[in-house]
């Protein structure tokens, strides 16, 4: 696996950790630890500035993460240039630098979002670009059809090369809701040989979602994000539960105020 950074050491000591309680997350996890745990999403197509400045807002209330389009994330990281005289008007781009900087919210974007069938040369030049823009992790999506037409190899190299294209921690979205049992195995030991930190369950556009028997299965491969349908406090638990490490929502705050100590 190659050398990736502070940021990926810190994933890998997480999956260590993982590994060692046997996927099992500690019971009495407070709240502000739960919600370290989730991704605050926003990620439709019909996302503005005003929503990415909203989930980024609401992560950093509640401690939590946020995962914004890639097109948004270097508004969450650019201040006015006042070397250069460059001024960024819009209110939305001060806030949503604000929430992150004076939070330390971790900014989460996608790569080859939703479907996977981006060129492999197009998911690499996104993911250098998405690095450069601020992004501190990246979520890739599988190619699906080359997954199950059985190229392998190329499934692999496509990952590989996101993952050689940046040195933050990088996910692998295997749309587990599309697959077969051995199909998920075979997409979470290509992941693993990639170079990969995480298994994502699902992008949520592809029917179905997270459940807790994909988050068992592909949890033997790496730590899992488990994402998709995933409304409530209970459903979330049950997926830390399973084994997964982090969540991926749109209600997040609602994950939270869900928690038994909110």
Known sequence: ??????????????????????????????????????????????????????????????????????????????????????????????????????????????????????????????????????????????????????EHDAVREDLAGVVAASDVPVKVIVEAPLLSEAEKRTAGRLARDAGADYLKTATGFAGGGATVTDVELLAEFLPVKASGGIGDYETARAMLDAGAVRIGASAGVELVRGHPDA
């Not at 994330?73 to 240039?81: F, L, P, R």
């Open 1 to 150: 696996m190659p050398v990736r950074g502070a940021a990926v050491v810190e994933s890998l000591v997480i999956r260590a950790a993982g590994l060692l309680a046997a996927g099992v997350v500690d019971a009495h996890m407070d709240r502000s630890a739960f919600a370290a745990r989730i991704d605050h999403t926003v990620l439709g197509p019909e996302t503005t500035p005003a929503d990415v400045e909203r989930v980024v807002s609401e992560a950093a209330e509640w401690g939590m993460n946020a995962c914004v389009p890639p097109c948004y994330v270097a508004e969450c990281n650019e201040a006015t240039d006042s070397a250069s005289g460059e001024e960024r008007p819009a209110s939305h781009v001060a806030d949503c630098k604000e929430a992150t900087e004076q939070r330390d919210v971790t900014l989460v974007t996608v790569v080859g979002f939703p479907h996977g069938q981006h060129a492999p040369a197009a998911k690499r030049a996104e993911a250098e670009r998405a690095v450069a823009d601020g992004a501190d992790e990246l979520d890739v999506v599988v190619n699906v059809g080359r997954l199950r037409a059985g």
